[in-house]
């Protein structure tokens, strides 16, 4: 299946090899809409899912950024909507054998840091996998990667540093920390976020944690990207809503599109 969706972009993109893969998360998609050059609509993409959540427009998108080619998930596939953990990566693997070599992923995220506030930026310096799976679980493709990778540095040293230098430049209040991946769709309870805050979690959301560690794995350089949407339950008395979510994703749009463009321009 790999194979065969590769092959059918491949006729759809002719001679287009992208560099860098941009996973859009929810309320992020402006980027792929200002910058497309073609889009194929995940349903005629053999191994890929319909989105299903709002905010993820469901195509794959190709561009050039500042010199750069290009290709997004105008939105991504969660494990909470019943796919299995193969099918959430499955992405990144057509990525690879795409051509591309580094990875930003994105993502909205609830702020557990209570130094964080809605609608700040967030680089991801590492993870904590609480969502009792991993992508790497099967048959190892031996062509693609190690059968037990290292992952002391899934989120690319360099680039981060790069991000932070950028965000100075630009005037963004970038935070940085630990991004906790748990399985959803339910939100955190209290409970779960002080324990989030004790074993060192800075943000907690639904997905990323298994695309980083899958392009990690597959040789990618990674940057991950959060855009705090929320202060996380027990953090502030204000309850929880997606359309919460969209709405500090909106507000932020401007400044993530800024530094992502920028981050793409010097990689």
Not at 146 to 162: A, Q
Not at 202 to 228: F, N, Q, R
Request: charged fraction near 20%; glycine fraction near 10%; aromatic fraction near 8%.
């Amino acid at each position: 299946m790999l194979d065969r969706a590769v092959d059918y972009i491949k006729t759809r993109v002719q001679d287009f090899k992208p560099e860098i893969g941009i996973i859009l998360g929810s309320g992020l998609g402006e980027l792929a809409d200002e910058y497309c050059t073609i889009a194929i609509p995940y349903s005629e993409i053999p191994g890929f899912e319909a989105s299903t959540v709002s905010g993820h427009k469901g195509q794959l998108v190709f561009a050039e950024i500042n010199g750069k080619r290009v290709v997004m998930m105008q939105g991504r596939f969660h494990f909470y909507e019943g796919h299995s953990i193969q099918k959430v990566v499955f992405p990144v693997k057509v990525m690879k054998k795409l051509g591309v070599e580094t990875l930003i992923v994105t993502n909205a995220a609830g702020g557990v840091n209570p130094e964080f506030k809605p609608s700040d930026l967030m680089i991801i310096t590492d993870h904590i996998n609480y969502m009792g799976v991993n992508p790497l679980i099967g048959k190892n493709d031996d062509t693609m990667g190690d059968r037990f990778p290292d992952m002391s540095e899934v989120y690319t040293t360099k680039y981060i540093e790069l991000a932070k230098t950028i965000a100075g430049e630009l005037g963004i209040d970038l935070q940085q920390g630990v991004y906790m991946a748990l399985t959803g769709p339910s939100y955190e309870t209290p409970a779960e976020v002080r324990m989030a805050r004790v074993i060192g979690a800075d943000a907690v959301g639904m997905s990323t944690v298994p695309e980083a560690v899958v392009a990690s794995w597959a040789g990618m350089k990674v940057i991950g990207l959060s855009c705090i949407c929320n202060s996380a339950a027990g953090v502030s008395t204000v309850g929880l809503s997606h359309a919460d979510v969209i709405d500090a994703a909106n507000k932020a749009k401007t400044k993530f599109k800024a530094l992502v463009k920028e981050v793409i321009k010097r990689i």
